[in-house]
């Protein structure tokens, strides 16, 4: 690496930390002049657009914010204030994202707003739990909806309960006009339960929860929930009694409303945020994902709007919300708005469904809602291409992890404990099926250095720079004579990069690596620490992961080492960007699974004692030796060159000479 090339790469690093601190000192320029205008609109008693700019300014809220009063001042300004902890707990926080995303429904203070549902418009808001071995749902009186589901066989980074959501954060209830024009939002109505004893926890069988919203004249709407022994699958169904007067007769579908604050559950942000999103299941065809690149680019908010759907999932790293039709969804407008960096939640999702409306004296519309992990091999087996929440790659990559490695996974994982030791034989493994591929390039390579003194004898031949063409013309011939391809270790290696890439998308999706040690790992699903920084270095972290830095250095061991002789002088510069490119992934691959960089250590571990024993047993004196004979051989014409002397006897023209 030369003295320009150092030069280089350190203004690199100083252009993006000056960028990051400038970027930081900005945006806390512009929380300070959002805010002062802010405070001068509310002086003026302009409160809407005092609104705007309270929101605009937490929005801007940066990192290093001085005080958590100042951002509850502006929350408080905004009319949402905390609950107290014997209700619902508080959406909005001095570290929550909600005030920039959405504000709180108002209340109806006129209960005749609700016209026949006037007498549900006030109560209690009681609560009421189901659960099985696996989850605990707990339903709201209020909107008569799921107010929170906990994952009783996990827990989050920091040894809590695994809440998939919880509060009055969560919409989930339908929209729609009475016959007298009323617009009605469950959501904000009471429920009651036909009956209810306590928990409910089947054991033998399924059990069910019915919650009633009365209207007058005895129509109602009830949601029952279905839920099952030892599964994740919870029955939804809504059955509308008597609604035939109340719902207008030309109503064809009805609008479910569905918004939800999606909390951190792992430690390493970045790399959870990388796999969290929105995806649904196009009726009779794939599984899509919500903005694709542009959410991933973070874009503030991405809205699609679609037509028939089968569901709809809010997903993260390793867990998911899913509601889905029996037949399928008419059509939905779906959204995902990305969280401030500074808050416990990763993104705002919502989503208004068409649901298929069957006007009757009384009907009903069955759903399911999956509240669990994202796990392969359980999604797989409802049969509703659910697996598709874990991402696996695509084409080429998604086959390999789907048909090859997880089988192999988790036949180790029925026999062996330690996912350490697992990750060593999936590794051992793997370099024993490619090992053919392997020995080729170590042939290869071979070659190369039984042919590093021929090359040098060319170079000696044309010394000067402005001879480089004719330099390279006289190796590629030599090559050509020798029966040696100077890529000949390229193409076995390539081969090779499918297998790399799709252990890369599966070990950071895996949930079974979640939470499990392995030596000084705590949690192989995420990064391994050593050393917390004091500062964040850009790209890199604060952070340092000593399996990224034993991948590193045994990148470049095993690059040094299976490198071909000669090649690097018919490639300038190639020796610079071997050396630079562990160093690049070194940054990229820090704040990512530690079961992952765990791996590639081993796979570069193997791959040197591979290289070692295999030279043990290359003679490269036959290799000389079949070499000189290749060269007193008269050179062997391609069928291209073949087809062309023949197209140029029979025109009459001869080939120009070379």
Not at 323 to 332: G, P, S
Not at 355 to 364: F, G
Not at 631 to 640: A, C, I, L
Request: glycine fraction near 6%; aromatic fraction near 12%; charged fraction near 20%.
């Amino acid at each position: 690496m030369d003295k320009n090339t150092i030069t280089g790469i350190v203004l690199i690093f100083l252009i993006f930390l000056g960028f990051s601190f400038y970027n930081n000192h900005k945006t806390g320029k512009v929380f300070e002049a959002e805010t002062e205008y802010a405070d001068s609109l509310y002086a003026a008693g302009n409160f809407d657009d005092a609104r705007e700019a309270y929101i605009r300014a937490l929005g801007y809220k940066p990192k290093d914010q001085p005080t958590i009063d100042r951002v509850v001042e502006l929350n408080n300004r905004l009319g949402l204030q905390q609950q107290s902890e014997a209700s619902a707990p508080a959406v909005i926080t001095s570290d929550s994202v909600a005030a920039p995303l959405v504000s709180s429904s108002s209340p109806v203070t006129d209960s005749a707003a609700y016209g026949v549902f006037s007498a549900s418009s006030s109560g209690e808001d009681e609560f009421f739990v189901m659960e099985n071995d696996l989850l605990a749902i707990t339903i709201s009186a209020k909107g008569g909806k799921p107010w929170s589901v906990r994952l009783k066989n996990y827990q989050t980074h920091d040894s809590l309960p695994i809440v998939l959501f919880a509060g009055d954060s969560t919409v989930f209830g339908y929209k729609f006009f009475t016959a007298d024009n009323k617009p009605i939002k469950t959501d904000e109505l009471y429920f009651s339960p036909v009956s209810y004893a306590g928990p409910v926890v089947p054991s033998g069988g399924p059990v069910s929860l019915t919650m009633r919203l009365e209207a007058s004249d005895g129509a109602s709407i009830e949601y029952v929930y279905t839920i099952q022994p030892d599964d994740y699958m919870i029955g939804f169904e809504t059955k509308f009694n008597s609604m035939g007067s109340v719902i207008p007769p030309n109503t064809t579908s009805l609008a479910l409303d569905w918004k939800m604050y999606l909390p951190q559950q792992e430690k390493g942000r970045q790399n959870e945020d990388m796999y969290t999103g929105l995806k649904y299941k196009v009726y009779q065809e794939s599984v899509e994902d919500l903005g694709g690149a542009r959410q991933r680019q973070k874009k503030d908010i991405v809205t699609e709007n679609l037509m028939r759907t089968d569901w709809i999932a809010y997903k993260d790293q390793f867990f998911s919300s899913v509601i889905i039709a029996e037949d399928f969804f008419l059509n939905a407008t779906v959204s995902s708005s990305t969280a401030d960096p500074t808050s416990k939640y990763l993104r705002f999702f919502e989503s208004e469904i068409g649901v298929p409306y069957a006007h009757a004296e009384n009907s009903s519309v069955k759903m399911k809602m999956y509240f669990g992990p994202n796990s392969f091999t359980l999604l797989k087996k409802y049969d509703m291409q659910l697996e598709e929440l874990v991402f696996l790659g695509r084409n080429i990559i998604r086959w390999i992890n789907q048909y090859v490695i997880i089988p192999i996974f988790n036949v180790l994982d029925n026999f062996i404990v330690n996912y350490g030791l697992i990750i060593l034989i999936l590794t051992l493994l793997i370099k024993v099926v490619l090992f053919p591929l392997t020995h080729k390039s170590f042939l290869s390579q071979a070659k190369m250095r039984v042919m590093k003194p021929m090359v040098d004898e060319i170079g000696k031949k044309f010394p000067k720079s402005e001879d480089a063409v004719k330099k390279q013309q006289a190796t590629m011939e030599l090559y050509k004579k020798a029966g040696v391809s100077p890529m000949g270790g390229c193409l076995p290696m390539l081969l090779q990069m499918p297998i790399l890439f799709a252990m890369f998308r599966f070990f950071p999706t895996s949930i079974e690596l979640r939470q499990q040690s392995f030596l000084w790992a705590k949690d192989l699903s995420t990064y391994d620490s050593i050393l917390d920084l004091p500062f964040t270095i850009p790209m890199y972290g604060a952070h340092v992961s000593l399996f990224t830095l034993l991948m590193t250095v045994s990148t470049i061991i095993s690059t040094k080492i299976t490198t071909p002789a000669g090649g690097q002088e018919q490639m300038p510069g190639m020796k610079t960007m071997m050396y630079m490119m562990p160093v690049m992934f070194m940054l990229i691959l820090n704040n990512f699974s530690a079961g992952l960089t765990y791996y590639y250590f081993l796979a570069n571990v193997i791959t040197i004692i591979q290289t070692q024993v295999s030279r043990q047993f290359v003679n490269e004196g036959e290799i000389l030796k079949k070499i000189e004979e290749n060269k007193k051989k008269p050179v062997k014409k391609s069928k291209w060159q073949l087809r062309l002397d023949a197209a140029s006897k029979q025109s009459g023209r001869r080939l120009p000479k070379k």
